[in-house]
């Protein structure tokens, strides 16, 4: 059965869709069977991966309204091992579109269930924000991957994520842990990079990834190219980073 990680933080800019993307490909390139979903309306999870996400005829939005099934929707093979349940802007209409509707947190849940199997990974990028869309991949998911960046305001907003986990656990998702936080935009030049890490492992008693990702320029590139960076800089700093963090997400298992 697969193994279902949001990967959230209602912070912008810390990596989140980065991290997305290259997770998945890193697992798809290491032979796992990955399934991406891009449930964040600015859908940069599909267009990097290449997927041009105004020409489709069906995307996320219309699998939870209900225009369409889980097999419309799936571009399978964007690249080996790897397929995508894409979104585009429409999807910002579906937060008004379920309000009243029955059951809305666990619409994504119940589709996703019919494909688990699969599956090794489904790995989602939820919006960066605490809306009925994240909420929707916390009731699907299994874990939480919390990427933090490394910078003076990392742990801002970090409580709020950790209380909204405990809520849905508390009433939607009682099974839902945290996988673990992950440092993206790592430079080892400044000290503050060095302090925040010091100081998210003091104050949080979550399980931290060893894979720390650098700041890298190419990493930076890949998505304006559509492209994943272990295949577009396959030798780069960050598909290195990418690569032993799948490594330890396998491993977990």
């Known amino acids: ?47 990097g991966l290449g997927v041009k996400k105004n020409e489709l005829s069906f995307t996320v939005y219309d699998l939870i309204i209900g225009n369409c099934s889980i097999e419309e929707c799936l ?19 579906a937060e008004i579109e379920l309000i009243g509707v029955e059951e809305r947190e666990f619409i994504l849940k119940k589709e996703i269930e019919k494909v688990r199997n699969q599956y090794d990974f489904i790995i989602i990028d939820c919006p960066p924000s605490l809306n009925t869309l994240t909420v929707n991949a916390m009731t699907t998911a299994d874990t939480v991957l919390v990427p933090i960046q490394c910078e003076y305001y990392a742990l801002e907003g970090l409580s709020q994520l950790i209380h909204t986990i405990n809520l849905v656990r508390q009433r939607l998702n009682p099974l839902l842990e945290i996988e673990g936080v992950v440092f993206t935009m790592y430079d080892a030049r400044t000290n503050l990079s ?42 780069s700093a960050g598909a290195e980073g990418y690569r032993d963090l799948a490594d330890e997400v396998i491993e977990k298992k």
Do not use: F, W
């Open 1 to 47: 059965m697969g193994r279902i990680i949001a990967v959230a933080n209602q912070k912008g800019g810390v990596g989140k869709t980065t991290t997305t993307i290259n997770l998945s490909a890193c697992l798809a390139e290491k032979g796992k069977n990955v399934l991406t979903i891009d449930i964040d309306p600015q859908g940069n999870t599909s267009s």
């Open 75 to 93: 571009v399978k093979n964007v690249y080996e091992n790897l397929s995508l349940l894409p979104s585009n802007v429409n999807l910002a209409g």
């Open 194 to 235: 060095l302090q925040v890490v010091e100081n998210v492992k003091q104050n949080l008693e979550q399980k931290i990834y060893k894979t720390i990702i650098p700041r890298n320029v190419r990493l930076a590139e890949a998505p304006s190219h559509g492209l994943p960076i272990n295949i577009y800089d396959p030798k």
